[in-house]
């Protein structure tokens, strides 16, 4: 057994823990559960099963998008391209090129358009050692640039039938999208906690020179980050696609905010922290949720953009108080 | 920066413009019914009578005159849905019937209003001989405008509230396609029970017109607004709310919508809740038809003709040729109803193919064939 | 006003400065008279830097009070200082990469002209003062694009412009070529003759005997005694540095193994670097022993893939003696898959995973050579066992290794590579902030890993530490090894001697 | 004007710390050459030159800006936000006497929020600024839900129109530069700008005030993009909620493209200037040769990952 700490009083060092491991506790935990308490109280109907199931649904593709961001967030690099991600899936799943395969090749071929996308990025960041902000931004305008200079030609369709199921049907009561969600969370959840990738990853982000220093391949970590957030980024893509059951040109640009706002929520920081993967996924949930809140009560754009940015603001400086004080 | 996250904005924008630019000038064709003869007639600029004349005010005779051949540019506001690309898609077969128009260019702001000004005076540059225009928000060419004014040189505008020094504006009538909804739902539901209201942007003066024609159809009945949202006119948004409102159980025996996809949006949260379809109001385009038909729905469709720039084409020349024409051209359509929407349903096309249109049959199909 | 005696430049009167529990300067109280050079000396860790530090505004005492020229003085920076006419030539030179040398020479006082930045005045005014320190470039030059003695005759043009009365140089010499020493000695002795003050902060006895009236020797943050250089020699001197009896924190040394079990043949740290050889024996403690700064970082940084070599020729032999081939050029993975670990000077920055657990940073050397998506096994129970063995003290192998104290922390470093699996460990200043108990812990278990037939490379500045510890110890200056020494029969003054003598000397061994 | 850049340049080269280089001279001229060729009626013509300055103030003007923020090693997201509320604000009902210091005062505490957080707090450049961006986009749509609005005459006036043939927009557009400019190499802060960014800490021993540095220009970066905000919103004729949206990203790539490194004490007003100039033409030039406005910004984004990558770092991710 390991010999215990002499040299403090065992009363402070207490009290130390204990206040440091609440502070370790992710804010969407609090977020989340001030306010199923406020909807208790202002707007009960949102707890109703139906629509409590409802928001959940409309939580998966940002959830999902969240787990992907936290992957690359996690080694301290970032992804913006999802925006570009989105809509390129969803011209390949709508466009009408493909529309004599059958549904489950056309999501192969968005898989495999979000795994180049995800390669590229990779490239750039971790060889090229671009900045991964400006690059992945760079990524997204020339995606969207040209879908949509394309798609002006060939028109967005109506999403496969199949997709369409998935992102807004249900199985055994509960809506297939989610099933989907927790899918992806599962072995996200297992990969991070328990494979070597996982370990490295926790290294990386936790700091980067120790990590070169000892030895830990980190720009291969990187570079696998990358690959994977675009990858299950486009899952969420194609969730988003199917619920919403139409091409566009604009599909889900404000989750890629979102998602580094539900990533930080969720206790991650650049660089790890305490969340482990369900903090960005109750974070993401937290989020539907207040965005149906603010709606419930009439408040639109504005105040989901401002809170939004006070949120993320807050989140971030709780964080770098919270590094201050330890 | 199309795509950062304020993508949503220009994702709002974009719902927007689609609904301001598409609104210039609703008509119904269902009484039009344009023979060949007058779609022949090339300088019929009420294409058939799709458009008419609201007021007395004319251009002056040979106020723009001009020796042809002719360089015309149609300055748009941003590609992004299927109404805007049947438009610009309507004005180019339209230019092209016209052996004077020598050169068309066309570009567009991606909804952005200082680009828009840009593009302007690019095309400036390139001495054009007249200009369409369709804008990003109502006040942001008006200097623009000026200085082709200043030159002689003649701006067609396709918009709502424009309130700039232009040469002749086509639009539609929005309180006139708010009020097609209510009048609908005021019969369906025999002037009493409980509706719920799709808006579009808030504050935008289309959105508010046509609700203000909604509101003006429900007067002196006993049917009340049990709901009122903001849908944005976008498809997504309205899903999620029409969602939520169905799941609370809020009462409902019929919904207006300021916009086709947000009914679409609607349609399919009552499928996939089981729940029976109440009347809802929608709008003429073909995927709307298709659901029409499909569940039997009980509706009834606004129409706004995606030919609204063909007209302005026509218009153009006219000013070209020194006609006077009427300064302001509206579409003030009847609606279509459960029994005459069928003729206008295309099963062989998709979704995104919207009437009336001005375009031959072989170039629909080209565009629009499943 | 405080009084002082005439003549003096600056005193400082009993000034302490603690870093958390250490007391870096306590109590030193110190004169320097105008006209004068006073040396500051002392081994590493004596507090030279600090009190260096304290007098020129970069830090400021707990207490004690500081006077210019009679005058009570606080220090907000080192331009403040500057201003009060304290000049700092520091050992890490400040001088900013992307600014000129005039820019550089008035950051922070810049000539203006008519509220604007009067650039020719500037630049005028830097020419003649570059010229005064003999520095011939341009004054338009950037910074970045000077030499490392150039830079150094910038930051003394800094405080010859200031018209400084007081001149600090902390370790003036270390990056410095003989000619190079010789135009310094020229211009201190210029600046004496002008009736500065000059506090030169040194352990290199033959400077300091030939610039220096007198001199400060400094132990352990306390002041040992103030005295003029005429009344001492270097032995004195060296007496008076170290004057401390070896404690007792050292396991009893083994014998060396024949065998070689790391053979380094040609190694060129760096470009136009010395190239280096020497073999490590199994079992063996190896150490590098010489002034800060001489080129045993790179060496230690070179050998493990840290930094990439010029060339190298190293050869890695386990126990049964098959030999493979390591370049370090292929990163430390490769030097770590070869069983080599490499511990760091700053475990903080470079070392540990201060957020994780100490589970997650120890078992981390267990997932060596493991395909990237293999599951990582749990070693909860190995964790354990070896934080146990290494007498880590810690509620449980869950906590942050951040709230670690240092000697703990430097455990879980080497309880990695234990982990790992390694055989050998290449260590930087293996006990640098580590209190006195857990030193001895330290060098136990490094003593055991070499006794289980491990081989360990240790550079240290410490002296006491290379002599207590290791098996054999080479002498390092100016990048080459000098001396090379049994651990039995290496003494301070010997190693001292090596180190600074060799100043003069051509190299004695490569 | 040409002769002044000309000198500028020649004593810019001589001087790393600018970044400029032959690509970033070269990319315009370039451009322009290429032009020149490919539509001569139009591109040179006098029409077209002040069409091309037009288009190019606003997006100078936050460049400037964003280069001020660069040197110190920061990244300001929140300009285009800024431009947005600043043109909502200026087209509401109040009065310009009101309106327009009102907007002002926003800036300046939206840059003293940003480098407050940033510098003060420690909080990474692109976390703040995305966090304050998202806030005012949410404030501009509160006080002007579509766009619309009327712009005082007093702005329009001085934005758009001539003087003696003059362009108004040129005018500003070389007062901007020539302040910024004068800002950089005139003045102790605009040394003090380059020493932060070069070495926050050995500024700060060399007696900088680097926080304070560091904090004013976020605070003027702010300030030159509610200028930016001003003049766009006379060009337009409206305020609108979402007109600043591009603005972003535009003036980063614009001062990367003009040489500046993100990683701080490299930049140059010149560069700013070349930067913007190449965007300019760039759209200018597809415009004229009626290349599609999405593949417009398409190639923008091309550009900005090229002129990215050019930049040799060490660090890997953000």
Not at chain 1, 77 to 94: M, N, Q, R, Y
Not at chain 4, 166 to 179: D, N, R, T, Y
């Amino acid at each position: 057994m390991i010999a215990a700490e002499r040299r403090k009083p065992a009363a402070r060092f207490s009290l130390a823990t204990v206040l440091a491991a609440a502070r370790r506790l992710p804010p969407a935990y609090y977020g989340t559960l001030v306010l199923l308490v406020a909807a208790a109280v202002f707007r009960p109907v949102l707890l109703s099963s139906g629509l409590f199931l409802a928001i959940v649904q409309q939580s998966a593709p940002l959830g999902t998008v969240a787990i992907a961001q936290s992957l690359v967030m996690r080694c301290r690099s970032i992804d913006l391209s999802i925006g570009g991600i989105f809509v390129g899936a969803d011209f390949i799943a709508t466009s009408g090129y493909f529309a004599a395969w059958p549904a489950y090749a056309v999501i192969g071929i968005c898989l495999l358009f979000g795994l180049a996308i995800g390669t590229i990025n990779a490239i750039l960041v971790t060889f090229v050692r671009a900045s991964a902000v400006i690059v992945t931004l760079a990524m997204s305008i020339v995606l969207v640039g040209i879908v949509v200079s394309v798609s002006y030609f060939a028109q967005p369709g109506e999403v496969p039938e199949t997709l369409k199921n998935i992102g807004s049907g249900y199985a055994f009561g509960v809506p297939i999208s989610v099933l989907v969600w927790i899918a992806v969370a599962v072995p996200t959840s297992f990969v991070l906690a328990r494979t070597v990738f996982g370990k490295y990853v926790a290294a990386v982000g936790a700091n980067p020179s120790a990590a070169a220093l000892s030895g830990i391949p980190y720009l291969r970590v990187i570079f696998v980050a990358h690959v994977a957030c675009a990858l299950l980024a486009t899952i969420g893509g194609l969730l988003l696609a199917g619920f919403v059951g139409m091409g566009a040109t604009n599909l889900g640009q404000d989750l890629v905010l979102n998602s580094i706002a539900a990533v930080i929520l969720g206790g991650i920081n650049f660089g790890g922290g305490s969340g482990g993967t369900l903090g960005p996924i109750v974070a993401a949930f937290m989020l539907t949720f207040l965005f149906n809140f603010l709606n419930s009560f009439g408040l639109g754009e504005p105040a989901k953009y401002m809170m939004q940015g006070g949120v993320i603001a807050i989140a971030a400086l709780m964080y770098s108080l919270g590094r201050r004080v330890a | 920066m199309l795509t950062f996250f304020p993508k949503e904005v220009d994702a709002m924008r974009l719902r927007r413009q689609l609904v301001l630019t598409a609104i210039v000038g609703a008509s119904t064709i269902a009484f039009v019914a344009p023979a060949r003869s007058q779609m022949d007639n090339l300088s019929d600029y009420t294409l058939g009578g799709v458009m008419s004349p609201r007021g007395t005010e004319r251009t002056a005779p040979n106020a723009f005159k001009k020796i042809g051949p002719y360089r015309i540019a149609l300055v748009g506001a941003g590609v992004g849905n299927s109404w805007i690309v049947q438009s610009f898609e309507e004005a180019k077969v339209e230019v092209a019937r016209h052996k004077d128009i020598v050169s068309y260019v066309q570009t567009n702001a991606e909804w952005q209003p200082a680009k828009q000004v840009s593009d302007l005076e690019d095309v400036l540059t390139k001495n054009v001989d007249a200009v369409i225009l369709s804008t990003v928000t109502p006040t942001n060419a008006n200097a623009e405008i000026e200085k082709f004014a200043a030159k002689k040189i003649p701006v067609v505008v396709l918009g709502t509230g424009m309130t700039g020094n232009y040469a002749v504006e086509v639009r539609g009538g929005a309180e006139h396609f708010g009020k097609v909804g209510g009048d609908f739902l005021v019969k369906a539901l025999h002037g009493k029970g409980t509706v719920w209201a799709f808006r579009g942007i808030a504050g935008a003066e289309e959105e508010v017109a046509r609700y203000n024609g909604f509101r003006d159809a429900l007067k002196g009945t006993q049917i009340t607004i049990g709901a009122e949202e903001y849908g944005d006119w976008n498809y997504a948004k309205s899903k999620q709310i029409c969602q939520n409102l169905v799941l609370s159980g809020k009462p409902v025996d019929g919904i207006w919508f300021s916009g086709a996809e947000m009914t679409r949006a609607c349609v399919d949260v009552f499928q996939q809740a089981h729940k029976p379809l109440v009347p809802m109001t929608g709008e003429g385009n073909n995927g709307f038809f298709r659901i029409w038909k499909e569940t039997g729905m009980n509706s009834v469709a606004a129409v706004f003709p995606p030919s609204l720039p063909a007209s302005a084409v026509r218009v153009t020349l006219a000013l070209l040729h020194g006609e006077s024409v009427p300064k302001h051209l509206w579409s003030e359509p009847a609606a279509l109803t459960n029994d005459t929407y069928q003729k206008y349903y295309r099963p062989d096309l998709n979704d995104n193919y919207w009437v009336p249109s001005s375009l031959p049959d072989s170039d629909v199909k080209k565009l629009y064939a499943k | 006003m405080a009084t002082t005696a005439a003549g003096t430049a600056i005193e400082a009167r009993a000034l302490c400065k603690s870093f958390g529990p250490t007391k870096a300067v306590a109590d030193v109280s110190l004169a320097v008279r105008a006209g004068s050079v006073h040396a500051v000396t002392g081994e590493n860790g004596a507090g030279k830097s600090t009190l260096m530090k304290l007098l020129a505004g970069v830090e400021r005492p707990d207490s004690g009070e500081l006077l210019v020229r009679g005058e009570r003085a606080s220090f907000a920076n080192p331009r403040d200082a500057l201003v009060r006419g304290v000049s700092t030539v520091f050992q890490e030179f400040t001088l900013l990469p992307n600014l000129t040398v005039a820019e550089n020479l008035y950051l922070g006082r810049e000539p203006l002209a008519r509220g604007a930045l009067d650039a020719r005045k500037m630049t005028a005014d830097a020419s003649a003062v570059l010229e005064r320190v003999g520095l011939a470039v341009s004054p338009d030059r950037l910074a970045s694009r000077l030499t490392i003695p150039q830079q150094q005759l910038v930051e003394i043009a800094k405080g010859v412009s200031a018209d400084a009365s007081v001149f600090i140089f902390d370790e003036p010499t270390a990056t410095l070529n003989n000619a190079e020493v010789d135009t310094l000695g020229a211009l201190i002795d210029d600046l004496r003759s002008r009736g500065k003050a000059i506090l030169y902060i040194s352990h290199r006895l033959e400077e300091i005997f030939r610039f220096c009236d007198t001199v400060t020797v400094l132990k352990d943050g306390r002041l040992v005694t103030t005295v003029p250089t005429a009344t001492l020699c270097e032995t004195d001197l060296v007496t008076l540095m170290v004057g401390r009896p070896v404690h007792d924190l050292f396991p009893p040394r083994s014998t060396i193994a024949p065998a070689v079990a790391l053979d380094v043949r040609k190694l060129v740290p760096g470009p136009g670097r010395p190239e280096v050889s020497f073999a490590l024996h199994a079992g063996e403690i190896l150490g590098i022993a010489g002034l800060e700064g001489q080129g045993q970082r790179e060496i230690l940084r070179s050998l493990t893939g840290v930094v990439k070599p010029e060339s190298s020729d190293i050869e890695k032999r386990d126990a049964n003696g098959n030999a493979t081939r390591l370049d370090p050029r292929h990163g430390p993975t490769a030097a770590v898959v070869a069983g080599i670990g490499f511990v760091p000077e700053d475990r903080k920055t470079e070392g540990l995973y201060l957020d994780l657990t100490i589970y997650d940073n120890v078992a981390l050397g267990r997932l060596k050579a493991l395909p990237l998506f293999s599951l990582a096994p749990r070693v909860a129970t190995f964790v354990e066992a070896i934080a146990a063995r290494m007498k880590l003290r810690a509620e449980s192998i869950k906590q942050n290794v951040g709230s670690l104290s240092g000697g703990n922390q430097q455990k879980v470093m080497l309880a990695r590579w234990f982990a790992a699996g390694v055989d050998v460990l290449a260590i930087e200043q293996p006990t640098r902030g580590v209190d006195v108990g857990a030193k001895a812990e330290i060098y136990g278990l490094l003593r055991e890993f070499a006794n289980e037939g491990g081989s360990v490379i240790v550079a240290s500045s410490e002296l006491t530490e290379i002599i207590g510890l290791c098996d054999r110890v080479l002498v390092v200056r100016g990048g080459r090894f000098v001396a090379e020494m049994r651990g039995a029969d290496a003494t301070e003054e010997g190693l001292l001697e090596h180190a600074l003598d060799a100043l003069e000397r051509e190299p004695a061994v490569t | 004007m040409i002769a002044t850049l000309a000198r500028r340049s020649r004593r810019a080269v001589s001087n790393s710390r600018t970044g400029i280089s032959a690509v970033t001279l070269g990319i315009p001229a370039s451009l322009i050459v290429v032009l020149a060729i490919a539509t001569p009626h139009f591109f040179l013509s006098l029409q077209n030159l002040t069409n091309l300055v037009n288009q190019m103030t606003t997006l100078l003007i936050v460049a400037l800006g964003q280069l001020l923020v660069a040197i110190v090693a920061g990244l300001d997201l929140s300009v285009g936000s800024v431009i947005s509320v600043t043109t909502c604000i200026v087209s509401s009902d109040l009065s310009p006497a009101l309106s327009i210091p009102l907007a002002f005062a926003l800036g300046a505490f939206v840059g003293l929020v940003n480098g407050y957080g940033i510098v003060g707090f420690g909080i990474h450049p692109i976390i703040m600024t995305l966090s304050t961006m998202t806030f005012l986009q949410g404030l501009a749509y509160l006080i002007r839900a579509v766009p619309g609005g009327t712009i005082p005459p007093v702005l329009t006036t001085l934005a758009s129109g001539a003087t003696l043939g003059v362009p108004h927009a040129l005018v500003w557009s070389a007062i901007a530069f020539f302040a910024v400019a004068a800002l950089l190499y005139r003045t102790r802060f605009g040394l003090h700008l380059f020493a932060v960014g070069g070495q926050p800490e050995s500024a700060r021993l060399g007696g900088v005030p680097a926080r304070r540095v560091a904090i004013s220009a976020y605070v003027l970066c702010s300030v030159l993009a509610v200028f930016a905000g001003l003049f766009v919103a006379a060009r337009t004729a409206s305020g609108d909620p979402a007109v600043g949206v591009s603005f972003g990203l535009d003036s980063v790539t614009a001062i990367a493209l003009g040489g500046a490194q993100l990683s701080g004490g490299v930049g140059s007003a010149l560069g700013a200037l070349t930067g913007t100039l190449s965007l300019a033409l760039v759209s200018n030039g597809l415009n004229l040769l009626d290349v599609s406005a999405f593949l417009q910004s398409a190639l923008k984004g091309v550009l900005l990952i090229v002129a990215i990558c050019a930049q040799r770092r060490t660090a890997v991710g953000l």
